[in-house]
């Protein structure tokens, strides 16, 4: 019913910086919350960067400072502005969301996921 589709992830080098997006389409009536996950290989995913309606954004300790989320609300689309790349940032970032479609609540729903490495 809701649908995530992720864009911006790339090769970059050390210092870097790239801008993610991630667009949420279908049955909307209201966006909940939104977020950016990424899981590196071998490793659990984590939460990077959450923007709930009405409340504060929160970011991993590891991104504080370097990386933005920010939101768009007539485009259903957030985003993740990401400053002076590390190489441990490479990863695939997911979007994930929180919707109210009007008659019912759809949580955790994920994108599909882009690739975001870092080169030293």
């Known amino acids: 019913q809701v649908q995530l589709v992720e864009s911006g992830g790339g090769l970059v080098q050390a210092g870097g910086s790239l801008r993610l997006s991630c667009t949420a389409s279908?049955?909307?009536?209201?966006?909940?919350?939104m977020a950016w996950y990424r899981q590196a290989p071998g490793k659990q995913r984590e939460l990077v960067a959450a923007?709930?309606?009405?409340?504060?954004?929160n970011y991993a300790d590891s991104v504080k400072g370097r990386f933005t989320i920010s939101r768009d609300n007539a485009k259903n689309t957030v985003y993740l502005q990401m400053n002076s790349l590390k190489p441990e940032d490479t990863a695939v970032y997911y979007c994930?969301?929180?919707?109210?479609?009007?008659?019912?609540?759809?949580?955790?729903?994920w994108g599909q996921g882009t690739q975001v490495t870092v080169s030293s």
């Open positions: 279908g049955r909307i009536f209201r966006i909940n919350a």
């Open positions: 923007i709930p309606t009405g409340g504060a954004t």
């Open positions: 994930n969301g929180d919707f109210f479609t009007g008659r019912s609540t759809l949580s955790n729903v």
